[in-house]
């Protein structure tokens, strides 16, 4: 069984950063695309960035310049550097995968991560 375990979510002032990581474990898989969605009350769940298995990366554009998104494939891992954060960055953050294992393409999900902007 394939899982995705966030950390690095919490609270920090207006202009300060974070770095949210994202691990899937299991054994059998092999990862496609990751990525980094993020949901607030109300609200439908946005994605924020992605990125291939080979590199490219995609962000929204109210992050470029600010969020980092990268991975590292021989930790099955992923990474959201978010830097001068804003309050209406306010969400939970969820990261996503599309993994192979043991049959087709499957989309997995964390279990979201809070991250609190204040002003």
């Known amino acids: 069984q394939v899982q995705l375990v966030e950390s690095g979510g919490g609270l920090v002032q207006a202009g300060g950063s974070l770095r949210l990581s994202c691990a899937a474990s299991?054994?059998?898989?092999?990862?496609?695309?990751m990525g980094w969605y993020r949901q607030t009350p109300g609200k439908q769940r946005e994605l924020v960035a992605s990125?291939?298995?080979?590199?490219?990366?995609n962000e929204v554009d109210s992050v470029k310049g600010r969020f980092t998104i990268s991975r590292d494939n021989a930790k099955n891992t992923v990474y959201l550097q978010m830097n001068s954060l804003k309050p209406e960055d306010t969400a939970v953050y969820y990261c996503?995968?599309?993994?192979?294992?043991?049959?087709?393409?499957?989309?997995?999900w964390g279990q979201g991560t809070q991250v609190t902007v204040s002003s």
């Open positions: 990125i291939t298995s080979s590199g490219s990366t």
């Open positions: 996503n995968a599309l993994i192979r294992s043991w049959g087709p393409l499957k989309t997995y």
């Open positions: 299991g054994s059998g898989f092999s990862i496609s695309a």
